[in-house]
């Protein structure tokens, strides 16, 4: 074990080394590295080897089933950012900026189960990859394509950043990226982010697939045994959350009012409910989720998987408490500067009251939990610019094989992006990028979702509500100021305008998108303003796997009817 | 039409109730030591799920059934993906 003397120089004296947790760390990260590569030749025909196509390299061969699907989506949607950050909000300040996250991902699969079958279907019956690509077969407007195109990559690109602030805050509790070496003390994580670049590249989607399946079962055993253990190792949860309630009424010097509260006041439950339900409309609106879906293998797998997904967030649920419990530790969530950084708090929890090997797999698993939804979303970034801006942008006929080719290489642009962003910017800038992301990606949901059942819509309406929610979005986000730094995007809860009734932006914002699209739709109609043509047709949205698809359809009737197809207006 | 209305309304109360906030911000009843806010949002994701399992039960059986009642010369496939629509 060479390479742990060689990581150990990264380290400063301030925070030892715990050796056997490390060397499991790095055990685990070579065998899901050597199992990344390996997938590059799961369930794949000699045909189909070298990954020649975008169904292949970024859906899996659009194959998985109810099992494959089931670990694929709760490795991509239960991000190891969330890991740190939902304990770690509610370590500082309770219930309100973390346990919303159990609501939001309940609420989450009614609505997948409504919507996803049919997205599904559509996409599979036109060879759909992207959620821009449903958009511009339904629309035929290149200007709604480009603007859900770009906003899916720019929304996407911060939350890969945090998943690297995930796996840097597993490094710092293990002791390594500090040091006097600037680059020495980042070397692990660009280690590890070359490696995962280096399997997306040559696997696609099938190494993020394989790797969820380890990836979950560690956090699974993680979780339960501490959920377990530290409960009654701390003298319960009574006396668990009493010490929590005694932390949450301390006075807070910058605001001089309390840090926070176990149970939210009146005055949040419209921030609480509404955090939830917007988190929850947008989570499949992003194109990592969505990159998920497609990858399934028929109509229903998605529909069973959102009966069985929900398990993950009853173990989220028990993660988030661990932040209560933390409290009663005593847990000091010291950073390598000295000063106290809560998103350290699970990770020390672990290393603190866990034998070394244990708290090795724990981190482990979370640390491998950065490195999945990273993979999946880099993909999915890449599949929305080769398809939606090389192809339809820049080169109109390229082939299946040329889409492969650049959405490989833009993986490795999209990657490397993400880590100058943690490297060189702060922190703080992620965390505000992927606050706006949240609010920017619900912006596409009026011209997915109302595409999934109606037409009715006219194509300049969706865009001009998407402007206005992205402009409201953005400008609300900014005018949060946090009271303690004086710093701009200080937060996602503001008050809905000419009201004083505080509620997630996104909401606000997303309601200001649905008004626009529809006045405008009833304006550009009674001006008969040309609509676009729709490639889709009624059928297509309930389409299951053995039904033809267009492309084999039109080969076969291309022959008695040379017409091209001009069925909607 | 029925087998939708029950399922679309399984759906909305999958929904709605984890969302009202006010009928469970409160402490008591704790169950083991955890306040009723934590546990009853912890117990919809079972319910939820159970939901979720009626409703799949109940869809897929009006989908095969709208299938089979289609029939099935040339363009079967999608005239029955169309009545499945409706």
């Known amino acids: 074990m060479s390479i742990i003397t060689l990581l150990s120089q990264a380290a400063t004296p301030t925070k030892p080394i715990d050796g056997v947790a490390l060397a499991v760390v790095i055990a685990i990260f070579v065998l899901v590295t050597v199992l990344g590569f390996l997938s590059a030749r799961w369930r794949t025909t000699p045909a189909e080897r070298g990954m020649r196509s975008l169904d292949q390299w970024g859906l899996g061969g659009r194959g998985f089933g109810n099992w494959i699907t089931w670990f694929l989506l709760g490795g991509d949607l239960y991000t190891a950012y969330t890991f740190i950050a939902v304990p770690a909000a509610i370590w500082s300040t309770g219930a309100v900026s973390g346990f919303f996250a159990v609501p939001y991902t309940v609420v989450l699969y009614p609505i997948v189960f409504v919507l996803m079958a049919r997205l599904w279907s559509v996409s599979h019956r036109h060879g759909f990859v992207t959620p821009a690509d449903f958009v511009g077969g339904r629309y035929g407007s290149k200007a709604l394509t480009t603007a859900i195109a770009i906003t899916g990559i720019v929304a996407t690109m911060p939350y890969i950043a945090l998943q690297l602030v995930g796996l840097k805050s597993v490094l710092t509790v293990l002791g390594l990226g500090s040091g006097t070496n600037a680059f020495l003390a980042d070397l692990p994580l660009i280690i590890a982010f070359v490696i995962l670049a280096a399997y997306t590249y040559t696997a696609g989607l099938r190494a993020p697939a394989s790797i969820a399946v380890v990836k979950d079962l560690l956090i699974y055993i993680a979780v339960v045994v501490a ?18 309630t005694t932390k949450m009424a301390t ?8 840090v926070g509260a176990i149970i939210p006041g009146a005055t949040s439950f419209n921030a609480y409910w509404t955090l939830a339900l917007g988190s929850a409309m947008a989570l499949f609106m992003y194109p990592h989720s969505i990159t998920g879906v497609l990858a399934t293998k028929s109509r229903n797998t998605i529909r069973r998987n959102a009966v069985v997904l929900p ?69 999915a970034a890449s599949n929305l610019f080769t398809r939606n801006i090389y192809r339809d942008l820049i080169k109109p006929g390229a082939t299946p094989a040329q889409e492969a080719r650049v959405s490989k290489i833009t993986s490795l642009v999209v990657k490397f992006g993400a880590l100058l962003f943690v490297l060189v910017m702060d922190q703080s800038a992620a965390i505000n990028m992927q606050l706006l992301g949240g609010i920017w990606i619900l912006q596409t949901f009026p011209s997915i979702v109302a595409g999934l059942y109606t037409r009715w819509f006219h194509r300049w309406a969706l865009l001009a509500g998407w402007a206005a929610g992205i402009l409201y979005g953005t400008w609300a986000a900014y005018n949060v100021v946090n009271p303690a730094t004086n710093a701009h995007f200080g937060g996602s809860i503001a008050v809905i305008p000419f009201t004083n009734i505080p509620v997630y932006i996104a909401i606000t914002a997303f309601v200001i998108n649905a008004v626009v699209s529809v006045v405008l739709t009833l304006i550009f109609k009674a001006a008969k303003v040309r609509n676009g043509i729709d490639r889709t047709t009624a059928s297509d949205y309930g389409a299951d796997e053995n039904d033809p698809t267009v492309a084999t359809l039109e080969e076969e009737v291309s022959w008695v009817d040379p017409e091209p197809d001009r069925r909607a207006v | 039409m029925l087998p939708y ?30 306040p009723f806010f934590y546990w009853y949002q912890m117990l919809w994701v079972f319910i939820d799920a159970g939901l979720l399992w009626i409703v799949y039960a109940i ?13 099935r010369p040339i363009v079967s496939d999608s005239a029955a993906g169309a009545e499945a629509d409706k």
């Open chain 1, 227 to 244: 959920i377990v253990y530290l409960p009654a190792h701390f003298g319960g949860w009574g006396g668990i959350f009493d010490a929590a």
């Open chain 1, 251 to 258: 006075i807070n010097p910058a605001t001089k009012t309390a």
């Open chain 1, 311 to 379: 398990l993950y967030s009853l173990m989220l649920g028990f993660l988030a408490l661990l932040g209560y419990v933390a409290i009663k530790a005593g847990t000091m969530p010291v950073g390598l500067d000295g000063k106290i950084n809560p998103q350290l708090v699970v990770p020390q929890l672990f290393l603190d009251n866990f034998p070394s090997w244990f708290a090795g797999i724990a981190l482990a698993a979370i640390a491998v939990g950065a490195l999945v939804p990273a993979a999946i979303m880099s993909i």
């Open chain 2, 5 to 34: 209305l029950i399922s679309g309304i399984l759906i909305a109360v999958g929904i709605i109730f984890p969302l009202i906030v006010p009928i469970y911000a409160r402490t008591n009843p704790t169950l083991g030591g955890i």
């Open chain 2, 59 to 71: 869809i897929r059986r009006e989908d095969d059934r709208r299938r089979a009642a289609v029939a």
